[in-house]
């Protein structure tokens, strides 16, 4: 549904993309990672028609994104990062005002999405908090129910229960069939929402994989609670394992790929109990920022 070929837009001093190519596939979620400067949007305005690429190309559909802009926009939800509203109007007759120019005259959806959300749709805009105006430009996403979604940034400006709510819509779109790209700096909802991610460095996709098999390949760190602190000692003489001291009879193991290896060696010694740290998508995105990709 979603195909970047080779796609590279080099603005100077090392800003810009370079050469990335990625493919999203009918009703896959892809989270698209990476701090503010990395890429993310540059990408997405190319996806959008925004931008012409220095090489290479983007294609919703089958559509060329810049030349069939119009025809792709017919199935398509945007979500910008940034959402330009125009602070005159109140949030109803910006959504109406949208709706306008989609052709869109039946507005039971949208009525619902309003009412999902909490938005307050009779104030002007320019009153609005930024939260409340991402609630506008959500609604406008979402309110042609789309075949693709092209989300930057979404849950930016939400509280925490409507970030639960659009999380629940996520689920709910990801149900229906629906192709999402969604950019986000928060890690539990990509990790919660995603197939797929891909994380975006300088401009350079560093990696893409489905998400189940980056976290299952990861290293783990472990707790061990030895019976006393003498065996906790004699454990840390002799380990071959990458290990800190803790409090007392606690050891903590880090960088733990084969589990039975350990298993293996702690039978020598009095354990009393086994606690690992969960590897999340926050570490992995870390251990490629830190700069041990």
Known sequence: MIEIRNLTKDFGRNKGVFDISFTIKEGEVFGFLGPNGAGKT??????????????????INGLDCRKQTA??????GYLPGEPALFDSMTGFEFI????????????????KLIERFELDAITKIRKMSKGMKQKVAIVTAFMSDPEILILDEPTSGLDPLMRVEFDNMITE??????????SSHNFEEV??????????????????????????????????????????LRFV???????TPSAFSSVEV?????????IQELQLFNVIDIQSETYTLEHLFMQYYGGNN
């Open 42 to 59: 540059t990408t997405i305005r190319h996806l959008m028609g925004f931008l012409n690429a220095d090489i290479g190309n983007c294609s």
């Open 71 to 76: 025809e792709i926009m017919k199935n398509v």
């Open 96 to 111: 109406k005002f949208i709706a306008r120019l989609r052709h869109k005259t039946d507005m039971s959806l949208c009525s």
């Open 173 to 182: 779109q990801k149900k229906m069939g629906k192709t999402i790209l969604m």
């Open 191 to 232: 990790e919660r929402n995603c197939d797929t991610i891909g994380i975006i460095r300088t401009g350079k996709m560093v990696c893409i994989e489905d998400i189940h098999t980056l976290l299952s390949k990861k290293k783990k760190n472990y707790t061990l609670v030895f019976a006393a602190e003498n065996e906790a």
């Open 237 to 243: 003489k002799t380990t071959k394992f990458e290990i």
């Open 254 to 262: 880090k960088s733990v790929e084969n589990f039975n290896d350990l």
